[in-house]
């Protein structure tokens, strides 16, 4: 088995790699630590959860290392090393890496990131540090302030840089390319190859960088159980609860999962749902402040939040180890998406099950998502536990409205208000839909009730058409 000695790190970095734990390097740092250590660029399709961190962060210490030193001024301690990474989470967990990895050196590492107050980033800016991870438009903000200088970068990272591409970012980082030193070592990490990531490694990389490839399906398949339920769209919050209910040991619920939805709207209402029903759930989206995520976090790590409702944005990145399940609520818009999604679980060897509800309106993006991780899923079926739908906790949102006898959306806030308006406007009672009433009025057989009297049929037909704006009023859902 292979180690970490067989790479000649100093043993100050090693003294850091036992203090973490990590007995053998991971096959991304098996590849990387060796280019990197020579000086050499560096394209690395890697997704989080490999072990990519310490498979730059390592050697880019190694590197720089012969230049640290312990005096106090601010310019005996450039920044040398640069990490743009596309997500405060992200900078976060990687600079807490980088941090501890440098730990026995007299190196310093920090991180500066938006949506926080940006004076103590600038004040530790100010005193001078080697390694720097950054969001790009926090890091631009800095560089204007003339907080930070980029002219003594050696190594600059692009960490999920399809993600910064994704999220609009290519402008801030060719800005921010341009103002480091031509001559230095550049490495990119990618969870896929796109053209655009292509073209943003032919501007910006030397020619022929190394490229490394761990094999994501492989490693994948190894470790993480990948399964496709179909379901009725109305059923997904209930078949969410049965899982997180019984899926854990012994028929118990689940006590460590992510789950992934598409919009932070449904992020909310979600963990709020499950919430009432008893499980420990908290959300993390893009509208959280970044003191709030890192509570939800926390709770999470620590065990509290059993269930993490998260929107891709705010998941990625997302460093938890040995995750053992992550469910995708919404099968989401990208396949790339998925890829990232389930790369938190079965993590550096860890065993995971990664489990996706579609309906059949996702068929689509089912076969994307196929169609990138070269494989079927075996689609299988599922419905909701029988439960006593009136005495029961089990779809709260969803309370019965004991007098109207219609099941009505609660509101919280004026978003879910907006929403529940919207389909109350756009609800159509089940004996009325995908039919024309005039055409279907000879064959609907039913004996008319005493209230009903009499048959008439004109008055029947009348009494269907005033249904529809009662129960819209009531706001039900009937479905
Ligand atoms: P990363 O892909 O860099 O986000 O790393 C994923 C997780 O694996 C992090 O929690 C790392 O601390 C951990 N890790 C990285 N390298 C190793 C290793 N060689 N052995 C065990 N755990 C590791």
Same mark, same amino acid.
């Given at each position: 088995m292979s180690s #970490?000695?067989? #790479?000649?790190?100093?043993?100050?970095?090693?003294?850091?790699? =036992?203090?973490? +734990?990590?007995?053998a390097p991971t096959p991304i740092q098996e590849q990387a630590i060796p280019v990197v250590l020579r000086g050499g660029d560096v394209m690395g399709a890697a997704q989080t959860g490999t072990g990519k961190t310490a498979g730059f962060g390592l050697p880019l210490i190694q590197r720089i290392l012969p230049k640290a030193n312990t005096s106090m001024s601010p310019a005996r301690h450039p920044v040398r090393a640069l990490v743009l990474t596309p997500t405060r989470e992200l900078a976060d967990q990687v600079s807490e890496n980088l941090v501890a990895y440098a730990k026995d050196t007299p190196l310093r590492a920090g991180v500066v990131y938006g949506g926080v107050d940006i004076r103590p980033q600038a004040e530790m800016l100010r005193k001078g540090l080697e390694i720097l991870t950054a969001t790009p438009g926090r890091l631009l903000d800095h560089v204007s302030q003339k907080a930070v200088n980029?002219?003594?970068?050696?190594?600059?990272?692009?960490?999920?840089?399809?993600?910064?591409?994704?999220m609009g970012f290519l402008p801030d980082i060719s800005r921010i390319l341009q103002m480091l030193p031509a001559t230095r070592q550049s490495l990119l990490f990618s969870a896929t190859f796109s053209p655009e990531i292509k073209k943003l490694a032919k501007n910006f990389l030397r020619p022929d960088?190394?490229?490394i490839e761990v094999a994501r399906q492989n490693s994948t398949a190894e470790t993480v159980t990948q399964e496709? #339920?179909?379901?009725n769209d109305r059923d997904k919050t209930d078949v969410l609860i049965d899982m997180l209910k019984t899926r854990g040991p012994? +028929? +118990?619920?689940l006590t460590q999962v992510l789950v992934f939805v598409n919009a932070k709207i449904t992020c909310r209402r979600l963990a709020r749902t499950l919430e009432r029903v008893g499980?420990?759930?908290?959300?993390?989206? +893009?509208?959280?402040?970044?003191?709030?995520r890192q509570v939800a976090l926390e709770g999470f790590r620590t065990g509290a939040i059993h269930v993490l409702v998260a929107t891709d944005v705010a998941a990625r990145g997302l460093d938890i180890k040995e995750l053992p399940c992550v469910i995708n609520y919404d099968v989401p818009y990208s396949a790339e998406d998925y890829v990232h999604r389930i790369g938190r679980t079965g993590r550096a060897g860890a065993k995971g099950v990664a489990t996706m509800l579609a309906t059949s309106e996702d068929t689509r993006l089912v076969q994307a998502i196929e169609a990138l991780t070269k494989q079927t899923f075996k689609a299988i079926p599922i419905s909701p536990q029988p439960r006593n739908r009136r005495g029961s906790s089990s779809s709260p949102r969803r309370g019965r409205d004991e007098g109207r006898g219609s099941w009505t959306e609660r509101v919280d806030t004026p978003e879910d208000e907006r929403i529940a308006r919207e389909r =109350?406007?756009?609800?159509?009672?089940p004996s009325q839909r995908h039919r024309d009433p005039l055409f279907d009025m000879p064959y609907i057989e039913r004996a008319p009730s005493e209230t009903e009297k009499k048959p008439a049929e004109p008055m029947y037909l009348e009494r269907r058409e005033k249904r529809r704006p009662v129960a819209a009023l009531l706001g039900g859902r009937g479905h």
């Open positions: #970490f000695e067989q #790479f000649g790190l100093d043993p100050r970095i090693l003294s850091a790699i =036992a203090r973490m +734990g990590y007995t980029l002219s003594q970068v050696e190594i600059v990272v692009l960490d999920e840089a399809d993600r910064m591409l994704d960088p190394k490229v496709l #339920f179909t379901v012994e +028929g +118990g619920p499980i420990n759930a908290d959300a993390i989206h +893009g509208d959280k402040t970044q003191e709030e =109350a406007r756009a609800y159509v009672p």
